[in-house]
């Protein structure tokens, strides 16, 4: 992430230095012009100085729309923070280039070669073509508004009809398989399945290894029985990635009576961390009597596997297994025997007892005294042994307890001081209408009173950052109203750059249709970007205006042509360098490793293409339309205005 940000900020970093070096050398060239050329110090510090403010004030703004990012908390910030500071930081160290060192090289290098260069022939071009354009625009300004108009309305409808996700699926070649059997399984009867499975799966094509591990050391990092197993699988990444996941699932389905799923290691680690369980969409049903746990989590689990979009439904393994109960009697006590003495002897004989260790090729192998399988299977085998108090009385230990199989819960599960069971949800189809209809359908199902139901998972993560970041881009949106204020002085000026904004938007949401129709974290970080994209070319053309309106004597409608025609180089240029940037991360498509970046990649690039069209179509009309009302306007005491004109 880190990477992807300095891959955003690629293009950006050299923005600042391209609008100084543009404006410096426009000016010394019509410096050159002039009758009595001036110093070109002097020329060079007055053009530094002529675009400094626009330069600091659209950088700040920058910073503040990916300040939002910065407090996203859990798996999001987790995931988008390192990109907001590198990006963030890369866009002030250039701002710092672009006041300091910038200028001195544009005086060193620039004066000599005026000679020895000419205007691009590109440039002149697209100027010439921009000239012949901007006459018709400001002519009809009530048209460009209205098309700008429409084109933010359909913008709108489509991100309503977005589809709505957490993070895209990983395209990693590793998997990771939960093989789980019904509790009270023998690891035995686990191992010959897992062995029988693994060789189908290396029979896949594409399908280079396979592993697996069965139950769970003593010191292990997660709690498991010995009915719980993992399968690996590694994938040729040259192999059709979709066909070969199929048939994984395929074969996995074909064992009844087992739960499984396939998924990638990071998908498995994030929906560990999400919810503590596995699936996209988790549902904790929490209360207190187990058997109405159960009930309500089989009735959520009948309701879901109706709705349009949902996979796999599973039911956490909560059932009763055969349990050896062993009760003193009371009488035991009255004849020397404890309580602790029975349970000792009878866990001796049934779990076992570590009395030593032993060293062979220089491993420490533990040595545990245990009871042979048929007593510790048969109660009354077991009632046989003896037991022996702590005065040396011995008795057999069906006589000084009573001992029976009976149902027990095969775990008890809690959270937040209450037992509870989990559903999980796996989707196949859009996370947002999914889970807007699982959580209907828990909201309707039976449960017994004291009970409750939550949605958990990847749908609350990202509705919860999709808040946070709502509100604090709100918050962030504010102040950079107030710094347009800063900069322009002018309400007007500010609401008439504030209201372009949402157009250079429309093109984020084409590139969220492009990237698949699905709204991801990723794409609103994008969208946010873009926002700050569009600030920033916007307060520079304004900002010219500004300047030309102060330091002339042309027409109104001569310092809208002027200033638009003098930045068109400016804002292609930026635009172009910021969107080669990218093109790597958006013509890789959804490859191992770009999953998160592409989309952000695409929306950034159809918003960098709308926030252009803006900044030399909509907003010079807006301009040469609301904001004729500066009076302070007056003549010229600069002969280059004249000379350009």
């Not at 859009?430 to 359908?441: F, I, N, Y």
């Not at 990218?582 to 918003?607: D, Q």
């Amino acid at each position: 992430m880190v990477l992807a940000g300095l891959v955003i900020a690629l293009g950006e970093v050299v923005d600042d230095a391209i609008i100084d070096v543009e404006n410096i050398l426009r000016r010394l060239r019509e410096n050159r012009l002039r009758e009595t050329p001036r110093a070109a110090l002097r020329v060079a510090l007055e053009a530094s100085l002529e675009v400094r403010s626009a330069v600091v004030y659209a950088t700040i703004i920058v910073v503040l729309v990916f300040v939002p990012v910065l407090f996203l908390e859990g798996v999001s910030g987790s995931f988008f923070r390192p990109l907001a500071l590198a990006y963030g930081l890369c866009v002030l160290m250039s701002m710092f280039v672009a006041l300091t060192v910038t200028p001195a090289l544009s005086l060193m290098l620039l004066p000599g070669s005026l000679e020895r260069t000419s205007h691009s022939p590109v440039l002149m071009v697209l100027t010439r073509w921009y000239a012949r354009i901007l006459a018709p625009l400001l002519s009809h300004p009530r048209s460009v508004i209205g098309s700008a108009a429409a084109i933010v309305l359909i913008a709108a409808f489509g991100f309503l009809r977005l589809g709505d996700a957490f993070l895209p699926e990983f395209r990693e070649n590793d998997f990771l398989s939960h093989w789980v059997a019904q509790p009270g399984a023998s690891l035995s009867t686990l191992k010959r399945t897992t062995q029988i499975v693994t060789r189908e799966l290396r029979r896949i094509p594409g399908v280079t290894s396979v592993g697996a591990h069965l139950g769970r050391a003593e010191g292990g990092e997660e709690i498991a029985g010995p009915n719980f197993g993992e399968l690996w699988v590694h994938v040729d990444p040259g192999s059709d990635h979709d066909r070969v996941v199929g048939q994984i699932e395929d074969t996995l389905a074909r064992y009844p009576g087992i739960q499984h799923d396939v998924e990638t290691y990071l998908r498995e680690r994030i929906e560990e961390v999400l919810s503590g369980s596995h699936g996209s969409i988790v549902v904790r049903i929490s209360g207190t009597e187990l058997a109405s746990l159960r009930l309500g989590a089989d009735a959520i689990a009948a309701r879901v596997r109706g709705i349009a979009g949902v996979g796999d439904v599973q039911v956490e393994h909560q059932t009763l297994v055969p349990e050896l109960r062993v009760v003193p009697r009371p009488e035991a006590a009255a004849l020397g025997f404890l309580t602790t003495d029975i349970r000792r002897a009878a866990g001796l004989w049934v779990g076992g007892e570590r009395v030593g260790d032993v060293i062979r090729d220089s491993r420490s192998i533990a040595v545990v005294v245990r009871g042979l399988d048929s007593y510790r299977e048969d109660p009354a085998t077991l009632g046989e042994t003896l037991v022996t108090s702590a005065n040396g009385a011995r008795a057999r230990l069906r006589d000084v307890a009573t001992l029976t199989i009976e149902p027990t819960p095969n775990e008890i599960p809690h959270e937040d001081g209450l037992r509870c069971i989990h559903v999980s949800i796996d989707v196949t189809g859009d996370l947002g209408s999914v889970a807007h209809a699982v959580d209907r359908a828990v909201h309707a199902a039976p449960l017994a009173a004291g009970h409750h139901a939550e949605v958990s998972g990847e749908w609350k993560e990202r509705t919860e950052a999709q808040h946070r970041l709502l509100w604090l881009s709100a918050i962030s949106l504010a102040l950079i109203l107030l710094v347009l204020y800063v900069d322009f002085r002018s309400v007007r000026r500010t609401a008439l750059v504030a209201a372009s904004l949402p157009f250079a938007l429309a093109g984020g949401v084409a590139g969220a249709w492009i990237a698949g129709g699905v709204l991801s974290l990723g794409s609103l970080v994008g969208l946010v970007t873009v926002l700050g994209i569009a600030s920033r070319n916007g307060i520079l053309l304004v900002s010219h205006y500004r300047h030309l309106e102060v330091n002339s004597s042309l027409s109104f409608k001569e310092i809208v042509t002027t200033g638009s025609l003098e930045r068109i180089g400016p804002i292609v240029m930026t635009a172009l360098a910021t969107g080669l940037a990218l093109i790597p991360l958006a013509v890789t498509g959804e490859a191992a490793g770009h999953e998160i970046e592409h989309p952000m990649a695409v929306v950034i690039l159809g918003g960098l293409l709308s926030s252009t069209l803006l900044n030399v179509l909509v907003i010079p009309t807006l301009y040469y339309r609301f904001g004729a009302s500066q009076p302070n306007r007056g003549t010229s005491t600069r002969g280059y205005v004249s000379e350009h004109s």
